[in-house]
C-alpha cells in the first residue's frame, strides 16, 4: 500500500487509522491549546504541554510534507483550502521559535477545519460552530 493511498483513500483500513489519528491529534491538539492558556499553570504541566505540541506540530509537520509530496498537482494543493489551513496551523510555530507569540498559536484553531472533511462528526461539528460563533471575539 502506497503513502499516496493512506493519506488520499479513508476507505482503506490504513487510510481510516490514518485520519483516525490526525482528527485524534487535532482534538488533543486543540485541548492542550486550551488548557495552556489557563493562568497559573504549574512547571510541570506546562512542560508536559510543551511536548505535546512539539510532537503534534511535528505530526501535523510530516503530514503536509507527505500530503505535498504525494500531490498531483503540487501548487494546487498548497494553495487549496486544507492546504493553506494546514500551512496556518503548522506555521506559527516555526514562527515563533524563541519568542513567546501567543497569538499567533491561536492559528492552530484552523486544524479544526479538518475534522469537517469527517460526515460522521456533523453533530459534532454543530457544535463547534456554535461554539465558535460563541468565542469568536476572543479567538479573534
Do not use: C, W
Not at 485541548?31 to 511536548?51: E, M, Q, V, Y
Not at 503548522?90 to 524563541?98: N, W
Amino acid at each position: 500500500m502506497s503513502i499516496k493511498s493512506i493519506l488520499e483513500n479513508p476507505s482503506t483500513i490504513a487510510g481510516k487509522t490514518f485520519v483516525f489519528f490526525i482528527q485524534s491529534m487535532i482534538v488533543l491538539s486543540i485541548i492542550a491549546f486550551s488548557i495552556d492558556t489557563i493562568p497559573n499553570l504549574g512547571g510541570h504541566t506546562r512542560k508536559i504541554l510543551s511536548a505535546f505540541e512539539l510532537f503534534s506540530v511535528g505530526v501535523f509537520t510530516l503530514e503536509y510534507i507527505l500530503r505535498l509530496l504525494v500531490a498531483d498537482k503540487k501548487l494546487k494543493f498548497v494553495f487549496s483550502f486544507f492546504g493553506i489551513v494546514d500551512l496556518l496551523a503548522i506555521l506559527p510555530f516555526y514562527l515563533a521559535l524563541g519568542i513567546d507569540l501567543r497569538s499567533i498559536r491561536a492559528f492552530r484553531f484552523f486544524r479544526m477545519f479538518k475534522v469537517f472533511e469527517m460526515p460522521l462528526f456533523s453533530k459534532a461539528i454543530a457544535r463547534y460552530h456554535r461554539a465558535f460563533l460563541n468565542a469568536r471575539e476572543e479567538l479573534i
